[in-house]
């Protein structure tokens, strides 16, 4: 690369966490290359208190792609699960490095697993996909609205008002905090967003020089796996408050796709888990999509969940 690149990024540790992993990644690739990283407020950044359904789709990933459309910046850094399904026309993006730790886990005062948590628990999240699922494992948990970064939610869980939260084991483990975490919640307790624990480069489209440098980058067993996640909630519309949960995994040639939807009081859970292959994810996503339809989750799936 001859010119300097501009990458763009929120300004939390995680988001430069993972921005510096991508710029250590590049420079393996080709030495010479030049970053300057920009830190860029979003909308969720600037309202830290508000609900995040009410800020509606893009919300830490929206004043970004304006700066890479006015060329501001060459790159963007993203975490996926962020990143709207539709693209942005004229905008490119490229899942990159291998993904980390895709579950959620929970950090509580209490060294019990989620299923033994005292009765009435306070566990701070505002993800209604979490909310969904952990209900219908327990009805008598108090779940409660949490927003900020994740040093911000780990502090809030130690205070007077929470007795724990839930987030994404990534995002812990990427910051070095492993120790926090009580329990790593298995899918089939609480299934991950589409693309949790991946990132995402995002470039101008006729970049192409900058593009083959992300693509050389790219995890293509992480590349797979999240299109086939993104895929179900592209099928249904929706952006990251549908929810929506799903972790897949390559196993050679082949996608294994595990997908759950969840209304919001617990009362059911319209679980599949299909196979594809991997050389073409989205038949994986599809194939759960119809699979969901076919179970009555229609409905839940293109409802009013925002």
Request: aromatic share 4%.
């Amino acid at each position: 690369m001859s010119a300097t690149i501009r990458i763009g990024t929120r300004g939390s540790n995680l988001a430069l966490a993972q921005t510096e992993m991508v710029i250590a990644a590049a420079r393996n690739l080709d030495p010479s290359a030049r970053f300057d990283v920009e830190v860029i407020a979003s909308s969720g950044d600037d309202s830290p208190h508000a609900p995040l359904e009410s800020l509606g789709i893009g919300v830490f990933t929206s004043a970004i792609e304006r700066a890479l459309l006015h060329n501001q910046i060459d790159l963007a850094v993203h975490s996926l699960k962020d990143l709207p399904t539709e693209g942005t026309p004229g905008l490119s993006i490229v899942p990159v490095l291998e993904r980390e730790d895709p579950r959620d886990v929970l950090v509580s005062r209490y060294c019990h697993d989620f299923i033994d948590l005292p009765e009435d628990s306070r566990i701070g999240t505002s993800s209604p996909r979490r909310i969904a699922q952990l209900k219908h494992g327990r009805k008598d948990v108090l779940f409660i609205p949490i927003r900020g970064n994740v040093e911000t939610r780990l502090k809030q869980a130690e205070g007077p008002d929470y007795d724990g939260t839930v987030l994404a084991a990534a995002g812990v483990l990427r910051l070095g905090l492993a120790e926090r975490i009580t329990e790593y919640l298995s899918p089939a307790i609480c299934a991950p967003a589409p693309g949790q624990a991946a990132i995402a480069a995002q470039s101008r489209s006729g970049d192409h020089e900058l593009l083959g440098l992300m693509q050389a980058i790219s995890h293509q067993p992480t590349a797979a796996a999240v299109s086939a996640e993104r895929e179900v909630l592209r099928a249904a519309g929706g952006g990251c408050q549908l929810p929506i949960g799903a972790h897949a995994t390559v196993e050679g040639d082949e996608i294994r796709l595990f997908v759950t939807v969840t209304p919001m009081d617990g009362s059911i859970s319209y679980r599949v888990e299909v196979t594809g292959p991997a050389d073409d994810p989205e038949v994986a996503g599809k194939a759960a999509y119809t699979e969901l339809l076919a179970q009555g989750a229609g409905d839940l799936m293109h409802g009013t969940t925002r």
